[in-house]
């Protein structure tokens, strides 16, 4: 079956502006998570959506936001973008149910966001 | 809060090496354990794991331990080749009664193995 798509794969964007970032589960996946990659910070948890619900959130302002829909596919937006927003951000994910500890994460390959 | 300590490295080895990646954690109760392994230009991919004390994950000759008594999951092959250079991350997901915890990575260990 499909993976987890992530789009765009690449893109450039100047401070000041907004980016959305989509991520298309596995099918039959119904929670999302999303990761912020740097070399500096390593993965840092931005938000997780179950059903279309925020079900835990991270430690970022709240210049990033995420939504999820009816057929689990998410998106992920920053507001007024920083120098320091540039990273690579992955979604992932998985079932969502069931026992924890079973519910491994399947990671798309990810969007790379510079900000200039 | 949770947390996940792994060495940075970068870790350096010779082909048919023998490959110890330490993690140790803070967490309540007993969290779920993962290796998570990443390729150049690739995003993450689960390598094994481990949801109960003294379960042994393995995989594609990678094994790791639940430990609970000193809170670690050692990451170990005994023979690694060019092909397992990527970087490994530790994570957990925290163990919660009624609903799911986030999962959280440690800074993750890049491994270049030479011929």
């Known amino acids: 079956k499909a993976g987890v798509t992530q789009t765009p794969r690449y893109l450039i964007k100047t401070r000041g502006q907004q980016v959305t970032l989509s991520c298309s589960p596995i099918?039959?996946?119904?929670?999302v998570s999303w990761y912020q990659q740097t070399p500096g910070q390593g993965l840092q948890f931005l938000f997780e959506?179950?059903?279309?619900?925020?079900?835990n959130k991270g430690n970022f302002p709240g210049r990033f936001s995420g939504r999820q829909f009816s057929n689990s596919r998410s998106e992920m937006n920053v507001s007024t973008l920083e120098l320091g927003d540039s990273a690579l951000y992955l979604c992932?994910?998985?079932?969502?149910?069931?026992?924890?500890?079973?519910?491994?994460?399947?990671f798309g390959a990810g969007s790379r966001l510079t900000v200039l | 809060g949770n947390s996940v300590t792994q060495m940075e490295g970068p870790v350096t080895l010779s082909e048919e090496a023998f490959l110890t990646i330490n993690c140790t954690y803070t967490?309540?109760?007993?969290?779920?354990l993962f290796w998570y392994v990443q390729y150049p230009g690739e995003g993450l991919q689960l390598l094994l794991k481990?949801?109960?004390?003294?379960d042994k994950g393995s995989n594609k000759g990678f094994e790791a331990t639940y430990r609970k008594e000193t809170t670690s999951f050692h990451l170990e092959k005994g023979s690694v080749q060019v092909s397992d250079s990527a970087v490994y991350f530790c994570?957990?997901?925290?163990?919660?009664?009624?609903?799911?915890?986030?999962?959280?990575f440690g800074p993750g260990t890049s491994l270049s193995v030479i011929p």
């Open positions: 992932a994910s998985s079932s969502g149910q069931g026992l924890a500890g079973a519910n491994v994460l399947t």
């Open positions: 099918s039959g996946h119904r929670s």
């Open positions: 959506y179950f059903s279309e619900t925020q079900r």
């Open positions: 967490a309540t109760g007993y969290p779920s």
């Open positions: 481990a949801t109960k004390a003294d």
């Open positions: 994570a957990l997901r925290g163990e919660m009664k009624t609903s799911y915890d986030k999962v959280i």
